[in-house]
């Protein structure tokens, strides 16, 4: 039989349930292993500012590897607000700099290249980008559907615009060419940047007599292709180059004619030598 005195005095004590761990105390967990994102190899702990495998600068290459990452996000917004140019640049960057960016570098670039008119490139690299996704990249998965589903509606409005585009084809060759303006209008209507029927209108027009517009067309027509035989020909046959001045490029943005240009060229030489008159009084 135990006392209650020598139950107290005994130093070991009976363990009751919720003892072994105290509330509000959680059991401590292991640090998590990190990896160097130029070798992939396991770092020891605390991680250290230069790999002891492959002897790159941890800090640096993070850094880069985050600038990266806000440089795609820019791209993206470049495509979104319509700006191709400053988009490609970011995109250049970003496959010099991370390989760890390569796939959605590709991804970026394929709705670039729908961007410029070209759904079935895009296509290309979207289904090679997709190949070789790793279950992890979800967020790359869905920036990838998005950008097929909008590729896939783009060929079916290649399709429908190349089919106006024949038509006109064909009557600009019968001298139809109200028939042939018209026509290549409902084509650049479903593909806005084809470079085809910009070239052509340009053509279609100039044979109207609508100089000015021609040119804008023309113009169009490089901008989507600068290897455009057809508007770089028929641009150099106007008697100027195919990069136009930018007098030029004003009257055509505005869609202004000849005659109203050289006024206004007129009226500002004008205002300049009244200003230079009355600072030299």
Known sequence: MVHPEEDAASPERRETPGEAVRPGKEPATAPAETTCPVCDRILPLPAPDIC???????????ALLRTAELSLD????D???GDPDSAQQRLDFVRVTSRQHRLKVEAVQAMLDRLKGDPVSALTRLRAVRE????EDRRLAELVDAAEEECLRD???LASSCE?????LFQARRGHLEEARDSLKKAL???PHHPQS?????????????EDEARYHLRRALASDPTNATAGRTLSALGRPAIAGPLAVIRSNLRMSSAWTGSIVVIAILAVIALAALLTR
Do not use: M, S, W
């Open 74 to 77: 820019e791209a993206l917004r």
């Open 79 to 81: 495509l979104r607000t």
């Open 52 to 62: 002891p495998h492959c002897q790159a600068p941890i800090l640096t290459v993070n």
């Open 155 to 157: 060929q079916q409005a």
């Open 132 to 135: 070789k996704l790793e279950p």
């Open 164 to 168: 106006h585009y024949n038509f006109a």
């Open 189 to 191: 209507d479903e593909v």
């Open 198 to 210: 910009h070239a052509l209108l340009g053509k279609v027009l100039l044979a109207l007599r609508e």
